[in-house]
Nanobody, 123 residues
């Protein structure tokens, strides 16, 4: 079964930037790859997704204009560039792959998940 491994998390001050990476250890069939996040005491929420066949992106309103999702097919790697970070972006960030049909960021539609990487933004 395919495996996803995230990296790049860390601690930054508000206004700073981080770039997360997600490496797939082998080919994973999917229509979308996505980044989710989960803050303490909150449900997991979708942040950004990328349509695997054509690379078209989708973003949650909360990160639109600040985050960029991208991929490097040669490296089997998905990225999330996060700029202008805010304290409310603090969460564990997860990479996922799947075949969403009704909601692009429906967690139930993604069947491959990484273990997550912690992002902490201080004010």
């Amino acid at each position: 079964q395919g495996r996803l491994v995230e990296s790049g998390g860390g601690s930054v001050q508000a206004g700073g930037s981080l770039r997360l990476s997600c490496v797939a250890s082998e080919y994973i069939a999917s229509s979308h790859m996505a980044w989710f996040r989960q803050a303490p005491g909150k449900e997991r929420e979708g942040v950004a997704a990328l349509h695997t066949p054509d690379g078209s992106p989708w973003y949650a309103n909360s990160v639109q204009g600040r985050f960029t999702i991208a991929r490097d097919n040669a490296k089997n790697t998905l990225y999330l560039q996060m700029n202008s970070l805010k304290p409310e972006d603090t969460a564990v960030y997860y990479c996922a792959a799947g075949f969403p049909t009704q909601g692009i960021l429906d967690t139930n539609a993604y069947n491959y998940w990484g273990r997550g990487t912690q992002v902490t933004v201080s004010s």
